[in-house]
């Protein structure tokens, strides 16, 4: 893990401020390519494409290790309160400012927040009102399997 991330244009960052959604979702390797190339063909031909912002786990436990009740305080707390600093939002959530460091530079990488820099300070900007999970545990399509009680 890289201890900055790439500064979002500001354009992108309005953009992200206008969307009031994130989803996540749990996807294969194979169904995550299919989507992006989808999603690029549609481009190609000059189709809308208007689509939710998206992260995707390609695995249950690699959502749930990333998406802890506590991260998901943090983002809460980020949120609510609106804090200036990582400092400011370790004493928010009463924890170690290394720890909460640490776990905001991940979120950032992620795409989940983006710093707002002023000189030294890093201002932690929650930019969705709402993070929706998206699991699908049904049959894969085509499959006639039935269950029974």
Not at 78 to 94: K, L, Y
Not at 126 to 135: D, G, Q, T
Request: no cysteine; proline share 6%; glycine share 6%.
């Amino acid at each position: 893990m890289t201890e900055s991330t790439p500064p979002l244009h500001p354009l992108e960052r309005e953009q992200l401020r206008a969307e009031s959604t994130l989803a996540v979702t749990v996807k294969s390797t194979d169904e995550f390519h299919d989507d992006v190339t989808d999603g690029i063909e549609g481009l190609e031909e000059d189709d809308a494409v208007e689509s939710t912002p998206t992260l995707s786990f390609t695995s249950y436990d690699e959502l749930m290790a990333t998406l802890t009740p506590r991260v998901l305080d943090l983002i809460e707390a980020i949120r609510q309160e609106g804090p200036t600093s990582i400092n400011e939002t370790a004493r928010i959530v009463d924890r170690d400012v290394k720890n909460v460091h640490e776990e905001l530079s991940r979120l950032a990488q992620l795409g989940i927040i983006f710093f707002e820099e002023d000189g030294q300070s890093k201002q932690p900007i929650v930019w969705f009102n709402e993070l929706v999970i998206n699991l699908s545990f049904g049959p894969a399509a085509g499959d006639t399997a039935t269950g029974s009680p």
